[in-house]
């Protein structure tokens, strides 16, 4: 089976062609159409684990805007975006909240945070 991507980790925006072995755990056997290096093993990896950053937003209690921005500190596997988003659903948190401040810790028992992206000043 043939596959059409366009990858997403440079400018360039190549469009690659992967050629996957189909079975009990899909394969890459080759990957085409790159311009530089880091074509072919993003293609290998969104094919076999997909990985995503989310970002979001975590309700504030008592500061100067009601929810404060966050974000992963590393991506994490697309079939997990669920139990994320779950943990970031249900978190709330007491300002003052600074740039960088870990809001979950190991979130969805993943070797990730959930961390803030703005500051919120206590009111």
């Known amino acids: 089976m043939r596959k059409e991507l366009i990858c997403v980790i440079c400018p360039n925006g190549c469009r690659l062609q992967a050629d996957i072995r189909e079975g009990e755990q899909p394969e890459v056997a ?3 159409g ?5 074509g072919p093993e993003w293609a290998r990896q969104e094919i076999i684990n997909p990985m995503r950053t989310i970002a979001s937003n975590v309700l504030v209690d008592g500061g100067d805007f009601p929810m404060v921005s966050v974000k992963t500190d590393f991506p994490i596997s ?10 970031i659903r249900l978190r709330r948190v007491q300002a003052p909240v600074n740039i960088g401040d870990v809001i ?3 979130v ?16």
């Open 34 to 38: 790159n311009l530089c290096d880091k």
């Open 78 to 87: 697309l079939k997990k975006i669920f139990d994320v988003m779950n943990e």
């Open 30 to 32: 080759d990957v085409t």
């Open 104 to 106: 979950i810790e190991d």
């Open 108 to 123: 969805a028992g993943l070797p990730c945070n959930i961390i803030a992206t703005r500051n919120v000043q206590k009111i």
